[in-house]
């Protein structure tokens, strides 16, 4: 009922146009976007004072409101194959990187996790506030070795918490048909705890586009690989089993897109 009241509200150029924080619209969408992210901004920070998992407990909730609100006003839901391949354990999920909504899904949907991020992140207002509560790992990309160390250092520490840590391996968000240059920090952590690598594949990008703004409603489809094990190998090796994996899931997703990727 409330999805019907909202369509016979907001006319399609509306639901389709562009809500997200850090861009500026007069639509009645993005006001209500920006303003669940200015209260959760403020409360995730707030709860973190009395423990990392209480702000934890609150960037998720944030997500889950965040991704109704899209489905709610943009149209874009979801469809996802391979639920049998998360694992009980913590994990590295390494996933592919067009849009927000990407991040949206994998907060709101898997295990209490920490980010892998780029610094600059943390200095949005709101939501790196929030990164930041959540203990985030925010590195300098331009810093190479001592990047990847910080990841392995701070890393270690998450997983022991019993934390899953979630990086996008291309570092950016990439075009659709596009594919970045897979990065080995993720794949080092993960070897060198032995924790297991579950990659991510999906097509938001047909329907959010990196940089776009207007939303296009749709159906995303996502899928989940089998867990990739790590112990004892090389961190090339396994970057490039996740890289062929996600990539040759992206051809099956959208082949037209990729014919030449």
């Known amino acids: 009922l409330l999805r019907d009241a909202l369509a016979a509200r907001f006319p ?14 007069s639509t009645p969408g993005a006001h209500v976007a920006i303003m669940l992210s200015a209260f959760f901004g403020v409360l995730v920070p707030a709860c973190g004072v009395f423990s990392y998992r209480a702000a934890l407990y609150t960037a998720r909730s944030w997500a889950r409101w965040m ?21 009980a354990g913590p994990a590295v999920i390494m996933a592919k990187h067009q849009s927000a909504w990407e991040t949206l899904f994998i907060e709101a949907t898997f295990p209490y996790q920490c980010w892998i991020i780029k610094r600059e992140l943390l200095w949005l207002p709101f939501v790196g506030w929030g990164l930041a509560a959540a203990r985030s790992i925010a590195i300098d990309r331009k810093s190479g070795m001592s990047a990847r160390e910080q990841i392995v250092e701070q890393g270690t520490r998450r997983i022991k918490q019993g934390l899953w840590v979630t990086i996008f391996p291309e570092g950016t968000r990439v075009a659709v048909g ?10 080092t952590l993960a070897t060198r705890t032995g924790t297991p690598i579950m990659p991510v594949a999906h ?3 047909e329907f959010w586009g990196r940089y776009a703004f207007r939303k296009h409603a749709g159906t995303v489809r996502v899928v989940i690989g089998p867990v990739i094990p790590t112990q004892g190998r090389d961190p090339i090796e396994v970057t490039r089993q996740v890289e062929d994996w996600i990539e040759g899931q992206m051809r099956r997703l959208n082949p037209e897109r990729y014919a030449g990727a």
């Open 178 to 187: 596009k594919r970045g240059r897979y990065g080995i920090g993720g794949a």
């Open 67 to 87: 991704l109704k609100w899209v489905e709610l006003s943009c149209g874009i839901r979801c469809e996802v194959r391979g639920w049998e391949n998360v694992p």
């Open 12 to 25: 399609q150029r509306l639901r389709d146009a562009h809500w997200g924080v850090g861009h500026y619209s």
């Open 203 to 205: 097509n938001a990008g």
